[in-house]
């Protein structure tokens, strides 16, 4: 479930090497490499994220000057009906919740990347952890989209970059994600990234008044390896 945009959850991202650009067969066979990197601490990791560039996508730190176009979509009751957070009902909102992911940042604690489209330049959307266990190597990630942009792989894109980057830069063991049963189009995103799924948990949370059933997806470090 993805609550990034909330002024408390979390997620991030970072660069993808150019031989990742292409689908997932190229993923897989280019991933036996980035395993094979050195590992940097967590906190490390999370108060200095990585760029990640794919195809069409940048993704990096979120700053000051994202306000505007985060608000544009995160204002959209559409792209929050079934991600934890409301929709930001000002800028303010929006402010608060940049100030937030920057503040766990600077904490080396795991917060969020901007997804920047490169062609324009704007922030359409948000990736990065919900939590990070490192007596568990296991971390959740969630994601959300400018609505004008769904359904272009955009998503996909990101998560597969964000997955070779903790995979090859954290002691990471297990990723997970869970989504919505309502919500597929998330669901599918997890299965092209190559996640599992892994049952479903029935009225697991209440989300806007309702409970709801989600489903976890994950992957593991000897999936790639596999
Ligand atoms: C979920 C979300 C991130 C997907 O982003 P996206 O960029 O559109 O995703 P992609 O284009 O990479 O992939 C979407 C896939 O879902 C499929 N899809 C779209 N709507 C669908 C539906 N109603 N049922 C089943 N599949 C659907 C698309 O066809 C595509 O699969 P394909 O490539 O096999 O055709 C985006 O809709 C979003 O931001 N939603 C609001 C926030 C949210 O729900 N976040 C997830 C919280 S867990």
Redesign the pocket.
Known sequence: ??NENLVHPIERTCGIPSSLKGGFFMFRFGWMRFLDCDTVSPASFFSSLPCLETEHLSLRPLCRRDAQDIFSYASDP??????LWEPHRSLADTRAFIRYVRKLSFRGLPGSWAVVLRETGRVI?TIGFMWYSEADCSAEI??????R?????????ALRAVICSVFSSLPLNRLE????LR???????ME?CGMRREGILRQRIRNKGEFVDVAVCSILRSDLEA
């Open positions: 479930m993805s559409e792209v929050a009906r079934y991600v959307g969630g994601y959300s989209l400018s609505r942009h769904w359904n272009r792989g955009y998503a996909t894109e994600a869970q989504y919505d919500n597929p189009a998330s669901g599918r995103v092209k």
